[in-house]
């Protein structure tokens, strides 16, 4: 078992990891932490238990944190994301536990009054979960100890805190007959009557989104063993992270990849700064409302984060700014005329059609990528002006891991739906015609 404890000191948050004999804390480094976030972020929790001061929860692999309540309540810092997104996990977990209870002892069939009746006190728990996660320091909707506290808050033995209280099971009347909220815990019926299927489903299972159409694109580029290498080299670098927020805001990770190792400086013992080559002035107070994606498309959700002068210098800060701008590019543009534009600027096809005389929507659009490249390098060239990478689309997919020769294919989601890009190798630098 991993145990890790999650605190919060002077306003700052503090990560620990608990040595195998439960006595001594190690605290951990930011690239661990992120780890470690993005791990227990991506694995199912199977047991929770809240408590005043701190909550206990249990991961998949073996992986155990203790989290301080007060640590969810804060907003000013780059891991405020992961503890909002942990804060709906741990809600999400709460309700299904307690739907899951209700079912198990649903076995007998009951009328359909009662079945109603039972849905309602699901939703009114769950409502009173939040309220109970509110009162002990969690916020919804919002990413060293000393030695004398350690020893007073944890215990010798086990090294996790005791500071918790027994949980009180309010009670609910449902005809005549009594159901603990808390533990849920429902008496047998003594009618059988049969319900609707309807009526027996309380969840409804979402359907994996298959893509809704296909955009086919060919270029002309050589996949080098050099260029390959820098796939590697920064996907082991950062590619947790750049991995993370890919798939969380509906990115394909491995264009993604792709775009960072085109545009990040050479790591130089173990460092690199601004990975994602973002210009500070134009970035700092700017804010992000990026759409939130899983396997089955949309979730209704967005995250939302302001960047800042100090968090557009981590690591971190700088991959998410950099994938939140080109996740507003992809679902205004295109996935590939976004990733154009990531290089180019969105205002450099506006300049183009202006100076040509032609209507800019006639150039917005996946299949309209290749000539919306033209007419941009066109336009520069006309007025002899150098301006960012002409080739820029080509150079992405030569950092793809794929063999020289083969064709490329890109899935993702824009706008909700999911789009899938066929990228085809042709020999000679593909013009628009």
Not at 98 to 116: G, H, P, S
Not at 178 to 206: A, F, H, M
Not at 364 to 387: M, S
Request: glycine residues 8%; hydrophobic residues 30%; contains cysteine.
């Amino acid at each position: 078992m991993l145990n890790f404890y999650f605190t919060l000191e002077n306003g700052n948050r503090h990560f620990y990891a608990i040595t195998s004999d439960s006595k001594g804390y190690l605290e951990l480094r930011d690239n661990r932490i992120i780890v470690i976030l993005n791990k227990i972020g991506s694995i199912k929790i199977t047991s929770l238990n809240i408590g005043d001061n701190n909550t206990e929860v249990t991961f998949e692999k073996g992986i155990k944190v203790i989290f301080n309540n007060n640590i969810f309540g804060i907003n000013h810092d780059h891991y405020d994301n992961y503890f909002k997104g942990m804060e709906e996990k741990l809600l999400a977990f709460k309700e299904e536990e307690q739907i899951a209870k209700l079912k198990a002892r649903r076995d007998r069939r009951i009328n359909r009054e009662r079945c109603k009746k039972i849905k309602t006190l699901i939703i009114n728990s769950s409502l009173g979960l939040s309220l109970v996660l509110g009162s002990v320091g969690f916020t919804k909707l919002s990413p060293s100890l000393g030695s004398d506290k350690k020893d007073k808050d944890l215990d010798k033995d086990s090294g996790i805190s005791l500071e918790t209280t027994t949980r009180t099971r309010d009670t609910a009347l449902i005809n005549g007959e009594e159901y603990e909220v808390d533990g849920l815990d429902v008496e047998e019926e003594s009618e059988e009557q049969e319900v609707t299927q309807e009526e027996q489903e309380t969840i409804t299972p979402r359907i994996i989104e298959e893509p809704t159409h296909t955009v086919s694109i060919d270029l002309s580029f050589t996949s080098l063993r050099d260029e390959v290498s820098r796939y590697s080299e920064t996907d082991k670098f950062c590619g947790e992270l750049i991995r993370y927020y890919s798939k969380r805001w509906g990115l394909s990770p491995e264009l993604a990849i792709a775009q960072i190792s085109q545009e990040r400086p050479d790591i130089k013992n173990g460092e690199c700064d601004n990975v994602c080559q973002l210009k500070g002035q134009f970035y700092e107070n700017r804010s992000f409302k990026v759409p939130v994606y899983d396997d089955t498309g949309f979730t209704g959700t967005y995250d939302e984060f302001t960047v800042t002068s100090s968090s557009i210098n981590t690591l971190e800060g700088n991959i998410m700014a950099g994938l939140a701008t080109y996740a507003e590019l992809r679902d205004q543009y295109g996935i590939m005329e976004g990733l154009f534009f990531y290089n180019q600027g969105p205002y450099a096809i506006n300049l183009a059609c202006e100076y040509y005389g032609l209507n800019v929507d006639d150039y917005i659009g996946d299949e309209k990528t290749i000539a919306a490249r033209d007419l941009i390098v066109n336009y520069y060239k006309a007025n002899g002006k150098n301006h960012g990478d002409p080739l820029y689309l080509e150079h992405v997919m030569a950092r793809f891991p794929v063999n020289d020769g083969e064709n490329i294919n890109i899935s993702c989601y824009r706008n909700g739906e999911k789009e899938e890009i066929a990228i085809n190798r042709i020999l000679e630098y593909n013009m628009s015609r």
